[in-house]
């Protein structure tokens, strides 16, 4: 009879909750049970774990019965990432390796049936549970999750390549054997940002421009209208030149997110994701869900940006599970056996034509749509969707001989200096983007003198806008605020952010 007991740890959401494996070998008919709330691919580890072990030799007890129990056995476990913990709970129960030296390691990995050891999702989600948890333990982790758990500041991982590497660090009698794929893993240097688009190649548009400008200083969602070829896209493409380096907690929240849906890479790290989504896709795609909860578009864009064209082409529901995330930075997915919250505080920027033919108001081409076809098709976009949506501007289509005689537009660099300078101003002043500014914190850090705050309530009142809407245009003056350099918001910032509130769609309303 033998029992042994290590720790790993499940994936729920950004959560990674602690796991006791514990193996339990006695008499009786020979059987392999696995227990706790186990998913099917967890239960499949039983094949696995049994392949690996005689693949590389070891022995696997066959003439007993085996009892595996992951505790606690109300946490839901899913994956492979508990095959390497159970084959050496199954080892230390055994004796042929000694259990009382796997106290304060967590282990987790995925057994190929030659015992080779596959990546797992959310490695970085485990590495930082550890440190909020205050945990000093080294963590176990095949190649490439091992590189991504390292990424967390303090955190002490190991690289195992093989089921063997492992088995080596923990023969009986204190012997350790040498292992060639056994190493531990430093946390890699952040790499040079990719080249983006140049704002350079845009010429004209001085509106969108500027409005991009403020966009990326102030984290704020933009809204761009305009007939088709007029540059939208290529508006939106640049945006993330122009945003401010990422913080390390900023990088940390984006890579965990990644590192969940599977999809995060280290020469990645650092650097803002751009999720541009296709506009068939559905709310789940969105916002997530599924069964165990994964993060949709608006999660992996978390802390970068979601570009969103066509977007009256999108589902209704799709579009309304934006409302939310837009307020809040956060989406939780609530399912009936499980409930998942993610971190979703993206930039939106979002591109439309103003009608199905697309030339409303323009002055190269002339429109064919009725007004009933325009009403419809701007009404596909809800009024508490558009409020939350802090810049709404026009692109205007150039006349072709003032696109091939139009100099080059400013370079990104250049404004992307600009931007940087201001959105450290913010957060000396307040701690955060003037786009998370909430309640009281928006009236004292805007500081309106009494023109100013006159000229508002005045074009407020006489645009019909809303509570909400006011505080955006005020979060917005702020930005132009910092971009001047100035300490309180006067009459011409505010001028500048109510004319960037009102694009094509408001004057058509």
Known sequence: MGLSQL????LLGLD??????EAHLSGGLPSFTLVGLADVEVKEARERVRSALLNCGLEFPHGQRITVNLAPADLPKDSGRFDLPIALAILAASGQIDGARLAGWEFAGELSLSGELRPVRGALAMAAALRRAGVDARLVLPPESAEEAALVPGTKVWRARHLMDVVAQFLPHGTTAPAEGWQRVEAAERLPEPPYPDMADIKGQAAPRRALEIAAAGGHSLLLAGPPGSGKSMLAQRLAGLLPPMSEEEALQSAAVASVEGSFRAAHWGQRPTRAPHHTASAVALAGGGSPPRPG?????????LFLDELPEFPRAALEALREPLESGRITISRAARRAEFPARFQLIAAMNPCPC?????????????PEQ?????GRLSG????????HVEVAALPPDELLHAPAGEASSAIRARVCAAHERALRRQGCANSALQGRAIDEQARLDAAASAFLQNAAQRLGWSARAMHRVLRVARTIADLAGAERVESAHVAEAVQCRRGLLAQQD
């Open 7 to 10: 720790q790993s740890r499940a």
């Open 16 to 21: 990674a909750p602690a796991v006791m494996v």
């Open 297 to 305: 578009e608006i999660s992996l864009a978390h802390c970068g940006v």
């Open 358 to 370: 697309g030339w409303l108001g323009s002055t190269v081409r002339q429109c064919r749509c009725t």
């Open 374 to 378: 325009v009403a419809r098709y701007q």
């Open 384 to 391: 508490p969707l558009l409020d939350r949506i802090d810049l």
